[in-house]
Nanobody
Framework: VQLQASGGGLVQAGGSLRLSCAAS????????MGWFRQAPGKEREFVAS????????NYADSVKDRFSISRDKVKRMMYLQMNSLKPEDTAVYYC????????????WGQGTLVTVSS
């Protein structure tokens, strides 16, 4: 699986941003796709995930009710709609993928920087 994230940028607190991730693989339906982020000086953390073949989603408590993950099967794109952004959301965001049943994510995109100003 090859992943390409985009859509990062600078936004004011309270604003919105949508990240995109282009995915290429022969059988994406067998994968779980997710978003992670890494803030300066902190470890990478899970943000959200979605089962490509269905609609099951999972969110970190810190973004629940503000962020929404989705995917477009036809376009082979995954999205992260981020609303009510806070300065603490500032981080490099990565899209990732793993085969269903695997524990760790094996495939990673290059990351896109999101900066939220106060």
């Amino acid at each position: 699986v090859q992943l390409q994230a985009s859509g990062g940028g600078l936004v004011q607190a309270g604003g919105s941003l949508r990240l995109s991730c282009a995915a290429s693989a022969r059988a994406l339906s067998y994968y779980v796709m997710g978003w992670f982020r890494q803030a300066p000086g902190k470890e990478r953390e899970f943000v959200a995930s979605i089962l490509w073949s269905g609609s099951a989603t999972n969110y970190a408590d810190s973004v629940k009710d503000r962020f929404s993950i989705s995917r477009d099967k036809v376009k082979r794109m995954m999205y992260l709609q981020m609303n009510s952004l806070k300065p603490e959301d500032t981080a490099v965001y990565y899209c990732a993928g793993k085969f269903r049943g695997d524990g760790d994510y094996s495939y990673w995109g290059q990351g896109t920087l999101v900066t939220v100003s106060s």
